[in-house]
């Protein structure tokens, strides 16, 4: 059984969604409650996943090497340029809107001072925007990133898509992505890891 440790609302929340997708069992351990959690990874950061004695850390390969592992749809494996661009999309979710989201993290806990904070933010959310149009060209002839079915992309988008409701800028979501987020939000398998794990413990993310 694998051992996932997270932070409510965290990036950690898209392995627990994917475990679930995958069908395996795993105990949830939440970091705040460890001694000495930089013994177990000295980023300090989440996920981390233990597979019997191997700790695997950074998300995005913790995915990977979870796709690789078990049987799924998630990850295309037949076609070597249909997996190839799903890893694109999981890196894009993972190396470029993460960073994008972690602007506004960061900038809320830096700058103290509302008015001043104020323009770092916009500056973040219209980066951020950006980004969202470029996955709704995506989305523009199928319902997923993955196609017909939902990919590990689409589900870590869903989650870094809910981040934006704890900031006072204009988060934009497009209409076919926001139509994606709900489908994968409110699949069965998914509702209980997305919605009792988002809590404001997500502000906690870059510690």
Not at 7 to 36: H, S, Y
Not at 73 to 101: G, S
Not at 162 to 187: C, M, N, Q, S
Request: hydrophobic share 45%; proline share 5%; aromatic share 10%.
């Amino acid at each position: 059984m694998y051992t996932l440790y997270y932070l409510p609302g965290a990036c950690a929340l898209a392995t627990q969604v994917i475990l679930r997708e995958l069908k395996q069992p795993f105990e949830l351990v939440d970091k705040r409650g460890v001694d000495n959690f930089l013994a177990i990874n000295p980023t300090g950061k989440v996920p981390v996943l233990n597979d019997g004695g191997n700790t695997l850390v950074e998300g995005a390969a913790i995915l990977l090497y979870l796709l690789n592992k078990h049987e799924n749809n998630l990850l295309p494996q037949a076609d070597v340029f249909h997996k190839q661009q799903a890893i694109e999309n999981l890196l894009f979710a993972n190396a470029t809107m993460h960073p994008a989201y972690n602007r506004l993290f960061f900038t809320t806990g830096a700058i103290a001072d509302e008015h001043a904070r104020k323009p770092f933010l916009e500056a973040a959310a219209v980066a951020i925007n950006e980004l969202w149009v470029l996955v709704e060209k995506k989305l523009a002839q199928q319902a997923f990133l993955g196609g017909d079915q939902i990919s590990a992309a689409d589900i870590i988008l869903a989650v870094y898509a809910r981040w934006g409701d704890y900031f006072p800028v204009d988060i934009i979501i497009p209409e076919k992505a926001g139509a994606e987020h709900t489908l994968i939000t409110y699949k069965p398998k998914n509702t209980c890891a997305l919605n009792l794990s988002f809590q404001p413990a997500v502000f906690n993310l870059l510690r």
